[in-house]
């Protein structure tokens, strides 16, 4: 476990000493939560930018888990924020505070950087401490099978009842909230243009709890709670939620076994060993002790279970024995074990099954993990959150002004400490929140260390079989990434490669665009891998514009299986093509998609006839049979647009040809596409600032919010082949090819933090059908799977000063 970077704020001229008080349980401290898309959401007691301590209260802030120094804030309260929770799938965010109030956030427009309320509710006087979403009654389980095992086989999903079913059936959105008097709280989203919520409330027990922390888990897509009272009991329930809207919910509680912790100090966090399984429970306190739920029978005697045998008969119509009629659920004790660092102050289990590690505990000063599947003592790591030397040297702003009194650093900003941790749906990131704000990211090994040095491909299978899973769940892969040794990056590309290939046909065209975000995720790791990269998203590219273009024509599917290797099919497929779209208007509206498509194929034309005098590492688009057939048949359309590329389809027809063999007279005829081709030249390699971007600066980094840091800076070199005067610039919109306007300063654009593409802020109206469907794929997200952000000309001149 590394620590992968620290973030800092300016220190506030008049810090609250409560803070850093452990003992004070009833202080409300930041707290954290990271979701399936790898964006965090934390919260603070003032604005990140506040030195004065003027906006006290709480505030909600959110950041990509790749550029932690650009965090948007959400919503501000005038209470602190004690819950936190992303639903899962990422796009809605759970906010309660210590009054009652529960609100759910949604991304206005799929900008991280804007956020709006979709509804609300109220519970007056009670302070949430968790909170949950309805569970949709969808799960993706990884089954254990062997490596090279079809994806079908080795991951399923499992389909059952959600929490709350409406009208057909249909999953319905709601939340679930406990609060610290032992209250069950329910909010159902109304639907339609309404923010008011539908609530029901329901008691654990007549009379109120003092409960200190609380944990939720999904049985079969019900809720299942967890509540650790002051008392030293931990009791739980299982919650059913009825009546669908527009009608009132309905709540119903069945209480489950409760652990009795007599003589012994109440736990300070409770958590489930993993979200969607509640057979183990874990308690934190002086100590981390893990407790199994399970069945036990008791014996009695025949005379007092004569009645139960008559009422309770098996499914074959006979009756049970007398030692089964009795079996009661019980916890039990498995393992106890010690921490460093003082009292624990937040404990959490797997988000998946498959997921590592299975338990991470943080500790006022320090965070510890235990592998999955391991029996030995938890690893520890100390967390440094002051950043006096340490700051200068990461290009955070040193304090300016000395604090006197005890626990204050040497450097005079005063020692803060941990008050929350999460960790990544796959389990690769772990991240840490202190009193002050700031987030502490740190990488999880997906093996226990001592296993790599006996077999260090497992390290590389786990990591295959996790981007696997990451493919077919929709879930981001970047903290799978974070996680992985250095320099194995190629290694792992080129067997998820070999893997992906190896899948039957049908399911590679299934996947085909979620393996290319992977491919193309790991080839920004590694500067050898940039030319792939830049190639795999101009592959990208090209069938986006094939599946815009043959939509808009109308055409026939037909498997590429059936042409790609018969020459003769290749030729009257391409007559076809040439004569439908010279007899069509509808690619009228495509021109500058389809025009992108040639200046791609003239630019691996040329790469090709470069290829003698440089040795290329990866993935080229010329030698891929499949791309090239894809760029003829789309350059035959350019016949439709009036730009038609005949020189680039002439070369390609060749290729498609002469390949494996490449004759000398081709790579002259492509090398003279100089002069016949002045179109501008494509390379989809932009430069970028982003934590795991191969800058070659070891960790860990020590960053600023609101800096943007010079240090992690990638700006890759392109080839010569691509260097020409008209080749597109960064003020490019990189989804529809067209320039942004406004020069070097636009006016307001979309901007994606992780490979650095930029794309215009609103689709312009009156477009034409097909020009709608093709930018409706990159609304919600860019095309390597990150989030937009908004950027206009009047946060840039107020960055600039």
């Known amino acids: 476990?590394?620590?992968?970077?620290?973030?800092?704020?300016?220190?506030?001229?008049?810090?609250?000493?409560?803070?850093?008080?452990?003992?004070?349980?009833?202080?409300?401290?930041?707290?954290?939560?990271?979701?399936?898309?790898?964006?965090?959401?934390?919260?603070?007691?003032?604005?990140?930018?506040?030195?004065?301590?003027?906006?006290?209260?709480?505030?909600?802030?959110?950041?990509?888990?790749?550029?932690?120094?650009?965090?948007?804030?959400?919503?501000?309260?005038?209470?602190?924020?004690?819950?936190?929770?992303?639903?899962?799938?990422?796009?809605?965010?759970?906010?309660?505070?210590?009054?009652?109030?529960?609100?759910?956030?949604?991304?206005?427009?799929?900008?991280?950087?804007?956020?709006?309320?979709?509804?609300?509710?109220?519970?007056?006087?009670?302070?949430?401490?968790?909170?949950?979403?309805?569970?949709?009654?969808?799960?993706?389980?990884?089954?254990?099978?062997?490596?090279?095992?079809?994806?079908?086989?080795?991951?399923?999903?499992?389909?059952?009842?959600?929490?709350?079913?409406?009208?057909?059936?249909?999953?319905?959105?709601?939340?679930?909230?406990?609060?610290?008097?032992?209250?069950?709280?329910?909010?159902?989203?109304?639907?339609?243009?309404?923010?008011?919520?539908?609530?029901?409330?329901?008691?654990?027990?007549?009379?109120?709890?003092?409960?200190?922390?609380?944990?939720?888990?999904?049985?079969?897509?019900?809720?299942?709670?967890?509540?650790?009272?002051?008392?030293?009991?931990?009791?739980?329930?299982?919650?059913?939620?009825?009546?669908?809207?527009?009608?009132?919910?309905?709540?119903?509680?069945?209480?489950?076994?409760?652990?009795?912790?007599?003589?012994?100090?109440?736990?300070?966090?409770?958590?489930?060993?993993?979200?969607?399984?509640?057979?183990?429970?874990?308690?934190?306190?002086?100590?981390?002790?893990?407790?199994?739920?399970?069945?036990?029978?008791?014996?009695?005697?025949?005379?007092?279970?004569?009645?139960?045998?008559?009422?309770?008969?098996?499914?074959?119509?006979?009756?049970?024995?007398?030692?089964?009629?009795?079996?009661?659920?019980?916890?039990?004790?498995?393992?106890?074990?010690?921490?460093?660092?003082?009292?624990?102050?937040?404990?959490?289990?797997?988000?998946?099954?498959?997921?590592?590690?299975?338990?991470?505990?943080?500790?006022?000063?320090?965070?510890?993990?235990?592998?999955?599947?391991?029996?030995?003592?938890?690893?520890?790591?100390?967390?440094?959150?002051?950043?006096?030397?340490?700051?200068?040297a990461g290009g955070a702003t040193p304090p300016k002004n000395t604090k006197y009194g005890p626990g204050v650093a040497p450097g005079g900003a005063r020692c803060a400490l941990v008050s929350c941790a999460a960790v990544s749906a796959q389990g690769g990131a772990a991240v840490l929140v202190d009193t002050h704000g700031q987030l502490h990211v740190y990488r999880l090994p997906q093996v226990w260390p001592d296993l790599l040095l006996t077999n260090p491909a497992l390290s590389v299978q786990l990591a295959v079989s996790a981007l696997e899973y990451a493919a077919v769940a929709g879930c981001d892969c970047l903290d799978v990434l974070m996680a992985l040794r250095p320099g194995a990056a190629e290694t792992v590309y080129e067997r998820f490669t070999e893997s992906f290939q190896r899948q039957p046909p049908a399911v590679q065209q299934y996947y085909q665009q979620s393996a290319l975000k992977l491919r193309i995720a790991l080839c920004r790791l590694s500067a050898r891998l940039t030319g792939s990269g830049a190639w795999l998203t101009c592959l990208q590219t090209c069938e986006v514009v094939w599946a815009?273009?043959?939509?808009?024509?109308?055409?026939?599917?037909?498997?590429?299986?059936?042409?790609?290797?018969?020459?003769?099919?290749?030729?009257?497929?391409?007559?076809?093509?040439?004569?439908?779209?010279?007899?069509?208007?509808?690619?009228?509206?495509l021109r500058v998609s389809v025009q992108r498509v040639g200046d791609i194929a003239v630019t691996a034309l040329l790469s090709l006839s470069q290829q003698p005098h440089h040795q290329s590492h990866g993935y080229e688009l010329w030698s891929d049979n499949g791309a090239v057939w894809l760029l003829r048949r789309v350059l035959a359309l350019s016949r439709g647009t009036g730009r038609p590329h005949d020189a680039a389809a002439r070369c390609l027809a060749r290729l498609a040809a002469a390949a494996p063999a490449l004759k000398q007279d081709l790579l002259e005829e492509c090398a003279s596409l100089v002069a016949q081709c002045p179109g501008p030249r494509v390379w989809e390699a932009l430069p970028r600032v982003s934590v795991s971007a191969p800058h070659q600066k070891p960790g860990p980094h020590y960053l600023e919010y609101g800096v943007e840091p010079d240090s992690l800076k990638y700006a890759p070199e392109p080839p010569p082949y691509v260097q020409c005067e008209t080749t597109p610039s960064l003020a490019m919109d990189s989804i529809r090819y067209m320039y942004l306007g406004g020069g070097l300063r636009p006016a307001r654009w979309r901007g994606c933090a992780r490979c650095g593409g930029r794309a215009l802020a609103a689709a312009l109206p009156a477009r034409h059908p097909a020009h709608r469907a093709f930018d409706a794929r990159f609304v919600s997200s860019c095309r390597c799977g990150g989030k937009w952000t908004l950027f206009t000309n009047t946060e840039m001149n107020s960055n600039d000063k």
């Open 1 to 392: 476990m590394e620590l992968i970077y620290s973030m800092r704020r300016k220190p506030l001229k008049c810090e609250p000493p409560h803070f850093e008080n452990v003992k004070d349980s009833e202080v409300v401290r930041p707290i954290c939560t990271i979701s399936c898309a790898n964006i965090i959401a934390f919260s603070s007691p003032t604005e990140l930018s506040d030195v004065d301590g003027a906006t006290w209260g709480g505030h909600v802030y959110v950041c990509d888990l790749d550029t932690p120094w650009n965090s948007h804030k959400v919503t501000s309260t005038a209470y602190p924020v004690s819950a936190l929770e992303w639903d899962l799938e990422g796009k809605q965010l759970l906010v309660a505070t210590t009054v009652g109030d529960v609100s759910v956030y949604g991304q206005k427009d799929f900008l991280l950087n804007d956020w709006t309320c979709l509804y609300s509710a109220n519970f007056p006087g009670e302070h949430i401490i968790q909170g949950a979403f309805f569970h949709n009654g969808r799960r993706v389980v990884a089954v254990d099978k062997k490596s090279d095992a079809v994806i079908p086989e080795k991951i399923q999903m499992l389909r059952f009842s959600p929490t709350l079913k409406g009208f057909g059936g249909v999953a319905c959105e709601g939340v679930l909230v406990v609060t610290a008097s032992g209250l069950i709280c329910v909010a159902v989203s109304p639907g339609g243009d309404s923010r008011t919520a539908l609530v029901a409330t329901e008691g654990l027990r007549p009379h109120r709890d003092h409960v200190t922390a609380a944990a939720i888990c999904y049985k079969g897509g019900s809720p299942v709670v967890a509540l650790c009272c002051a008392d030293g009991c931990v009791r739980c329930a299982a919650v059913t939620v009825t009546r669908a809207p527009p009608a009132a919910p309905a709540l119903a509680l069945q209480p489950l076994p409760a652990i009795h912790l007599l003589h012994e100090d109440p736990p300070a966090a409770v958590a489930w060993s993993c979200r969607e399984d509640s057979d183990c429970l874990l308690l934190a306190g002086a100590a981390l002790s893990l407790w199994k739920c399970s069945e036990r029978a008791h014996p009695v005697h025949k005379v007092f279970a004569k009645g139960n045998l008559q009422t309770n008969p098996t499914a074959g119509g006979g009756q049970k024995a007398a030692a089964d009629c009795f079996n009661t659920l019980v916890w039990q004790r498995t393992a106890v074990l010690q921490q460093e660092g003082g009292r624990a102050v937040s404990v959490c289990g797997a988000r998946l099954p498959q997921s590592v590690p299975a338990v991470l505990l943080a500790t006022p000063h320090a965070v510890h993990y235990k592998p999955k599947d391991s029996h030995v003592a938890l690893i520890s790591r100390p967390v440094t959150s002051h950043g006096a030397a340490d700051a200068q």
């Open 548 to 589: 815009a273009a043959s939509a808009a024509l109308k055409l026939e599917e037909r498997p590429d299986g059936d042409c790609e290797e018969n020459h003769i099919e290749q030729d009257k497929l391409i007559a076809s093509l040439e004569a439908k779209a010279e007899a069509g208007a509808e690619l009228a509206a």
